[in-house]
């Protein structure tokens, strides 16, 4: 299983929300450009980057900043947060983003989506954000009615590159990932999953890989020194 950690960008720091809530921030650096080098010299194998204002504003708000980290760093990045035209997801892919990963839009232009998984084969990943069991939107700020496997079959033979299930009350709370509705989502979509949300120890890491997902992903544990990346990597075989 891939250990991808996470730089996550708002007001052009690199933060840690806890459960989504943008009034519960942590910065862990003025330099999100950096942090991504950091990550990569430890070991890295690959990059989860999410524009955090641009989730909550609905349009990619660090641009800049964002193309500085897919050409500051010489291994893969998916991108996120605020990508809800075609021109945006084109932008950064021109760019050298390996995928992208498209949130609200998902929900509300299923088939918009679907085209876009079909247009960019292998490259547009859907991030599939929960809270108690329906799917959030609009960076975790309102839920809907739709549950994540109704999703997924609402996307149904699409391309999608990866699903990345987080459960939003476990995010940047370091009390453990929810393996079980992770598990039950993996098993009902042939697409590859990433967990994110709640890893605190490297025993969350063995769970995950146990129930076959494809990469794990880790922010607050790592920024806070739970264990290190290398560890981590370890933990994940």
């Known amino acids: ?9 708002k ?22 450009v950096g942090m991504a080098r950091h990550w990569e010299e430890e070991g890295a194998g690959y990059l989860h980057v999410v524009d955090l204002d ?3 504003e609905g349009t990619p708000i660090n641009l800049e900043l964002v193309k500085s980290i897919v050409r500051g760093v010489g291994i893969p990045v998916e991108i996120g947060g605020g990508l809800r035209t075609e021109r945006a997801v084109a932008e950064l892919l021109e760019l050298g983003a390996d995928r992208v990963v498209l949130g609200t839009s998902a929900v509300e232009s299923v088939e918009w989506v679907s085209d876009l998984a079909r247009g960019y084969p292998g490259r547009v990943a859907v991030g599939i954000d929960t809270r108690r069991g329906m799917v ?8 809907t009615e739709v549950t994540p496997i109704e999703l997924v079959k609402l ?3 699409a391309p999608v590159a990866a699903y990345i299930y987080t459960d939003v009350l476990r995010d940047g709370t370091k009390t453990g990932p929810n ?14 999953v990433i967990g994110s949300g709640g890893v605190s120890s490297l025993e969350d890491l063995r769970a995950l890989a146990r129930i076959g997902l494809h990469a794990a992903i880790v922010g607050r544990a790592l920024y806070d020194g739970l264990f290190t990346l290398a560890d981590a990597v370890k933990a994940a075989v």
């Open 54 to 56: 641009g989730a909550f």
């Open 155 to 157: 996307l149904g033979d």
């Open 136 to 143: 959030a939107t609009h960076g975790w700020v309102k839920t």
């Open 11 to 32: 007001g052009g720091k690199c933060v840690r929300l806890r459960q989504g809530r943008a009034e519960e921030e942590t910065v862990f650096g003025e330099d999100p």
């Open 1 to 9: 299983m891939l250990v991808i950690p996470a730089v996550d960008i």
């Open 179 to 192: 393996v079980r509705a992770i598990q039950r989502f993996a098993h009902a979509t042939h697409v590859p």
